[in-house]
Every structure is written in C-alpha cells, then in structure tokens.
C-alpha cells in the first residue's frame, strides 16, 4: 500500500493536475473558465471524429462549436472530450462535461434515473437493415430464416430479437463486438443481413462496402433513435440556452436564414426574425447571452441544414438523405419551437 | 610383392555426400522423419499459397502515397496513401497541428534516454539526473505555457508519445516501488509483510481494464461534483500501481533464487540490510529476473492500448480514430498494419536487448 501511495505522489506531483472546477451554475462557470466542455463520440464517422490535422467534425460536435458560439462567438472555445459508451453517463453526472453531444437516444430511463435533461433532437435515426441486391429481397418481411450480423451489447440486438419475435419470423444472429468486425463479416459473406442503425447502414455502405452498389437498405425502421444532445439535472437556465441552440438553428432554416445571408436578414422587417437576430433585443437577456447570440451561431456555424449537409449530407462520404431530419414543412420532424 | 608403405598424410576425404551440405542440412533438419517430412510440405505449401498474395497486395497492386481513397477503393490493394494522410494524425493524435514538432522531439527524447540507459558504460550516478532532466523537457514540450511555448491541455495528447509516457513514466516509477514491495514481502516484520502481500494479491487479482474503469468511471463519482483529478493522471497511476504488483513478484523470484549463503555471507561481514540487499542481493536478484521483468515491460508497453477505454488516445486509439474519418474509412488493414510495426520494433527491440544484457550480467553464473 506503501509503495502505491508513494508512488501515486510522485506521480501526482509529475502532472501537478487537482483542478477545481464549477460551484455555481454551469454558465457562469463556463465563462469564467472560457470554454464549453463538451463530450463527443471517439470516432463515429459524421458525428464525432477527428479529422486528418487533428480537429474535431462532425454533427455532434458542431452543436458543442455552436454553443462555444453563442457564449463566446468563437467556435473554438471547447474542450472536446471523447468518451465512450460506459463513460458518456458519469463524465456528465461528475461536472467533468457540461454538455454531452455524442449520439445519445432520448429514453424514458436516461431522463430520470441517470438524471439527464435532453435538448431538441439533432438528428432522428433508426434500426434498419442493409442486404446484398443478388437476394432480391424488396422488405424486411421477407427476410424469415435469414442470418443477420449485429453487433453485441447494443439496443441493435434487443430491438431485433423484438422485430422478429413480432413478426414470427426465425434468424440466426452473427453476434460480433466490433461494429468494424460486423461489417467486414457482412461484405465476406458471413450474413444475409447487415442491421444497425439507419444512419450508420448507409455510411457503411458509402464508404465501406466494396461496390456500394450491390447493396440495398430495405425500408423498414424497426426502431427509434432520437439522438439529442443533454445536460445534467439541476441547472435550468443552461438546459435552457442548449435547447434554444438547437431551436435557433432549426428556426434559422426555417426562414431561409443560413451563414452566407444571415447579415441581409439583420435589418429584416419580419418580427420573428428580428427577435431571432437580435435585430429587436430580449432574447438574448432571457437566456443570459448576448442579443447577438443566434446571430452569431447562424453566421459562424450555419443553419440546422448546412450542418447537417457538412457532415453526413448527400454530398459527404456518408451521403444520408434528410428523411425524418427534414423540416416540419418539408415532410419531417424538425421543428422549431416560436422565438418569442 | 611389394609391401606399399605409405608415407606422409593421407589426403583428406571429403566426407559422404550425405552428411553435409545444403542436402544433408535439408535431410537432417526438414525431412529427418515422415512427420516432420509432411509438416514441411504442408508450410511450404501455406507459404506459397499466402506469400504472394501477400505481397501482390502490400507492394505490387499497392497504391501510393497521393491517391484518393475513392482511387484505393476500386484499384484494390494496400492504400499506402491512408497512412500518409494520416500519419501526422496517428503518430501525435489531437495535439494542435502547427505545434506538433514537440511531441515529435519528445519521441526523440525518450529513445535517446532509453538509448543511453542501454549501455552499461553509462550506468553512473548522473544517469538518474539525466532521466529527471529528460522528464522536465518531456512535461515542458507536452504542456508548455513557459518559455514561449502554447499551453496545451494533456486531454489533446495522443498518439505515440502518449504509449511511451504511460509506459516509461509508468514503468520508471513502478520500478523501485516494485523493489520495495518484493523487499516487503520477503520482510521480517509481519506489518510490512501483511500491507506488501495484501497490496500485491488485490492488484494482481483485479484485470487492468477494471482498475482503469474504477480508476476513469467510478472514480470522480467520489469526489464533490466540480472537483476533477486529471484524466491521464488517474490512467498513470492505475498503470503505476498494476506494474509495480506485477513486477514485484517478478523480482521477488529473483530475491528467492538467490542462496541462502549469499544473505549469510553478507551479515556475517557485518553489512546492515540497506547495505546487503543493495551490494550483495539485489544486483544477483535483479540480473536473475531480467527474462520476467522485461516480460513485463514488453506486456505493459502493449496494455497501454487499454487506455482506449477510459477515451485516451494513444497509438491504437489514434489509428481506430484515423478510420472514422468519413474519408477514409475501411482502410483496416493499413492502419493496424503501421503501428502493429510500430509496436514490434519497440517490443523487439526490448526483447533483444535484455537477451543481451542477460548474457552480459550473468557471466559468472556460466558453466
């Protein structure tokens, strides 16, 4: 015990690293530190992974740019953590994230007992399923006897035990860990059947699949995957300021508004626009940020569909339709609660 | 008749065709019995059956180093071009791009120090300084904030310095609390013997991945919410505390091989134990666990990769990292076969040269 005490020490005094961090509420921490710590996905092509030289994209992690934005109109004022699965839930509860933006499904459980709050969904995904086009199978109803690749210990598994339970149908699962692993099985021939979430089945098959081609998604989605980005229980007012990022960003789209026209906007006559600039103040005071804050989120990070185009839109590696992720008024779900 | 009375030396006769020679050597190693006669065709088989596949893909249908991933895609064959877009990337992960010569010359450091700590010539008092003053130049180029160097916080460390930060300091520091632990053990005094053995047999008995988790997830569940020890911190000491118990009973067989004589030899000339155990013991021990201990540190060079868990990137974690570029993606085989080169070349070298240094320090003991 001796030696680890000693040695744990030393070595506390190599790093000389026992930070203090927030006591109060979590906005005036983040200004007084001067950066939004932000937890992220360690590598989920589209929605959190580090590029070439080193800097974090994607989806998810532009909301964590976003909201550096609106505090501190610099989208590079975040610490970006990656976390893995086990880890997302205690680095929000411990205060080590201010904000977890890394691919989470909004559920009944995680809202209460794990106590999170969850802002608007950034993006709503689903189960699906992906087969080679030689089968000729035209819906996941005719997929009866089939061996199906999956990877283990994910919601993936459960919801297709259900699905098929549901509709009598029998299968033999591949259970492999590594989603990695799951698709090179896939594409050598192991299985009929590729299931995972909608979103990853169609990067999977953009980037991975040896001729994408050969590959079709049936259109089935057995499952609900809202992901959205959350906050710890106990502090309203940032819950608040995370939750109308998401929602300026949707509004923004809404009216037309993205980061190249934004400055012919400022002066616009439209009400709703004014107040969503900041062009006629209170907006910004309600949330305690800037009047400047969406303003300046829409110019440096964009609408809710320039984000989405940047990262896994129809002309990244990833090419993702909109779908579900299509505004209200185009036949999908994003929708803006009134900036008023 | 006449009797032919030799003179002189006969000449010498080669000897039979069939005892020497790349035949004979074929005939004595490969195919001495049926058994071994078949296991030879069959690898010679696998062999042809794999090589050339092999190297068809590695070198002949590769594609070089400015080609787009779509280009890899359809050509086939190894994307040398992932690991030149990626190189920076995987060998220094998240470290700002413009500042990455730091991590490089801490790379450089390390191997001069573990360079020069290789030659028994430089085995002298100012070794230990040598080591302090590398230490320092290590946390200034990684942290910096002095001398006109940026700050960089060690949640953007990655890479290749981080595998030998974790592994070296680990290993540094370990080292003497795992001499300290076998000394315990092997203690008089029931309170030392009790804390080392209890010490050793919890570590030991707990896999390193749960110590990491305790050490990242449960953790800071303890402490007041806003309080954070670092991140790095924790995996360094879970590192720490799990070799020092592996490395401890590595030495304690050491400190067991050694005869009895030789601790009685060394009371009667009236050494005290400090004096005994650094004079006499301890370098016979240390020179008999040198297999087991570098075993050790070959292993724990590798389990670094653990540290993926808890969110580190270290070298694996950067290549995994690399892949999920919406880019690049797929490109496995590359990427685990560049640092899968990486490690050995660290790994083998360990391993040769603690042959030698075995050879080297057990001269005596050679009959």
Same mark, same amino acid.
């Given at each position: 015990m001796k030696s680890g005490i000693l040695a744990a020490t030393a070595a506390a005094l190599v790093f000389g690293a026992v930070t203090t961090a927030q006591a109060g509420p979590t906005l005036d921490a983040v200004k007084a530190r001067g950066f939004v710590q932000c937890g992220v996905n360690a590598g989920l092509p589209g929605f959190g992974n580090p590029d070439s030289a080193g800097n974090w994209t994607g989806l998810d992690v532009d909301y964590c740019r976003a909201m550096a934005v609106a505090l501190f109109n610099d989208p590079n004022k975040v610490k970006f953590t990656p976390l893995s699965a086990q880890q997302r839930f205690p680095a929000i509860q411990s205060g080590e994230v201010d904000l977890l933006s890394r691919n989470t499904t909004v559920t009944l459980t995680r809202d209460t007992s794990v106590g999170l709050n969850f802002a608007p969904v950034t993006y709503y995904d689903g189960q699906g399923f992906m087969v080679h086009k030689k089968l000729g199978v035209k819906s996941a109803k005719e997929l009866n006897g089939a061996t199906v690749c999956v990877q283990s210990g994910t919601t993936t598994e459960l919801n297709l035990a259900d699905y098929f339970r549901s509709n009598n149908m029998n299968y033999n699962p591949v259970v492999i860990e590594s989603n990695d692993e799951v698709n090179a099985a896939f594409f050598a021939g192991r299985c009929d059947v590729l299931t995972t979430d909608a979103s990853g089945l169609a990067g999977t098959r953009a980037g991975v699949a040896p001729v994408p081609d050969d590959y079709v998604i049936l259109p089935e989605i057995i499952s609900k995957e809202p992901l959205a980005p959350a906050v710890r229980h106990g502090d309203d007012q940032w819950f608040d300021i995370v939750k109308w990022v998401v929602y300026a960003t949707i509004q923004a789209e809404e009216s037309g508004i993205n980061s190249k026209n934004v400055d012919e906007f400022v002066n616009s006559k439209n009400p709703e626009i004014q107040r969503l600039l900041g062009s006629s103040p209170g907006m910004g005071k309600a949330l305690g940020l800037d009047e400047k804050w969406a303003y300046n989120v829409i110019k440096k990070m964009g609408n809710y569909g320039e984000i989405f185009d940047r990262n896994v839109g129809p002309k990244t590696p990833l090419k993702l339709e909109r779908g579900l992720n299509a505004l209200w008024t185009n036949g999908g779900l994003q929708y803006a609660m009134p900036v008023r | 008749m006449t009797e032919s009375v030799h003179t002189g030396s006969i000449p010498d006769e080669r000897p039979p065709a069939n005892t020497v020679g790349p035949v004979a050597w074929l005939r004595n190693n490969?195919?001495?019995?049926w058994y071994n006669a078949l296991l030879t065709i069959l690898i010679l088989y696998g062999l042809a059956r794999a090589i050339p596949p092999l190297l068809d893909w590695l070198i002949v249908h590769a594609n070089g180093f400015d080609t787009t991933p779509q280009e890899c895609r359809t050509n086939?064959?190894?994307?040398?071009a992932f690991v030149s877009e990626k190189l920076r990337f995987i060998l220094f992960g998240t470290f700002p791009y413009d500042e990455q010569w730091r991590p490089l010359l801490t790379i450089v450091i390390f191997i001069t120090l573990l360079l020069v700590s290789c030659?028994?010539? $430089?085995?002298?008092?100012?070794l230990g300084l040598l080591w302090a003053a590398g230490f320092a130049a290590v946390a200034i180029l990684m942290w910096g904030g002095v001398l006109g160097l940026t700050y960089v916080e060690n949640t953007n460390w990655g890479g290749l310095p981080l595998t030998l930060i974790l592994s070296v300091i680990g290993l540094a520091v370990a080292f003497p609390a795992s001499i300290l632990l076998a000394l315990g053990r092997r203690s008089d005094m029931p309170a030392i013997k009790v804390m080392s053995v209890t010490y050793i047999e919890l570590i030991r008995g707990v896999p390193l991945i749960s110590l990491l988790f305790m050490a990242s997830?449960?953790?800071?569940? $303890?402490?007041?919410?806003?309080v954070s020890i670092d991140k790095l911190l924790r995996a360094q000491i879970a590192f720490i505390m799990f070799a020092a118990a592996y490395m401890a009973e590595a030495i304690r067989g050491g400190l067991q091989a050694i005869p009895k004589g030789q601790y009685e030899a060394a009371d009667g000339l009236g050494l005290n134990y400090w004096q005994k155990m650094r004079k006499i013991i301890l370098p016979q021990a240390l020179a008999i666990a040198i297999p087991p201990l570098v075993n050790t540190f070959i292993s724990f060079f590798k389990d670094t990769s653990l540290v993926i868990i808890i969110g580190l990137y270290d070298l694996l974690g950067t290549a995994k990292a690399a892949l999920t570029d919406p880019a690049w993606r797929g490109f496995y085989r590359e990427a685990y076969l560049f640092i899968g080169v990486i490690y050995w070349v660290f790994c083998f070298y360990m391993s040769k040269y603690s042959q030698k240094l075995e050879r080297d320090l057990r001269r005596g003991h050679r009959r």
């Open positions: - | 490969l195919f001495n019995t086939g064959g190894a994307c040398w030659d028994r010539r $430089f085995w002298k008092w100012w997830v449960m953790f800071p569940l $303890f402490l007041p919410t806003g």
